[in-house]
């Protein structure tokens, strides 16, 4: 049994491969997620479930408020790896009521900080801090 951090940050890498492969049009997410999390999706967790895909059926939604706070940018110009802890963190906050906002904001920051650029868990923490 995976713990809850290893399980966002597993959905956080299907979100970005989904990203990644959508621009290249192949695979889909259910096989994107069976190989992040190394399990055949029946055994994937259901918390990880939901909150993937349910983030990504409302990808459109979520990315046009991360671009309505985007100051000075554009959704485009954002790495995927930020692209995918802001749908995650949006994802979470909407589809479950396990997780606080302050807990969510964490866990991207930390995310951000081991799998982005130096300072870009700042501009991740002042985004979800906005949209949350």
């Not at 190394?38 to 979520?62: A, R």
């Not at 790896?81 to 964490?106: C, P, Q, W």
Request: glycine content about 0%.
């Amino acid at each position: 049994m995976i713990s809850r951090n290893q399980e966002q940050e597993k959905i956080m890498f299907s979100i970005y491969q989904y990203l990644f492969y959508e621009r290249m049009n192949s695979e889909d997410l259910k096989e994107i997620m069976e190989n992040v999390f190394e399990l055949p999706y029946d055994e994937i967790p259901l918390f990880s479930k939901e909150v993937c895909v349910k983030t990504l059926v409302h990808q459109n939604d979520f990315d046009e408020v991360i671009s309505v706070n985007l100051n000075k940018w554009t959704l485009n110009r954002i790495n995927l790896v930020s692209h995918a802890i802001l749908l995650m963190s949006m994802g979470e906050i909407r589809f479950t009521d396990e997780i606080s906002k302050a807990e969510i904001i964490n866990i991207a920051v930390n995310l951000s900080k081991k799998y982005s650029d130096a300072n870009d868990y700042k501009f991740i923490n002042a985004i979800l801090e906005k949209i949350l």
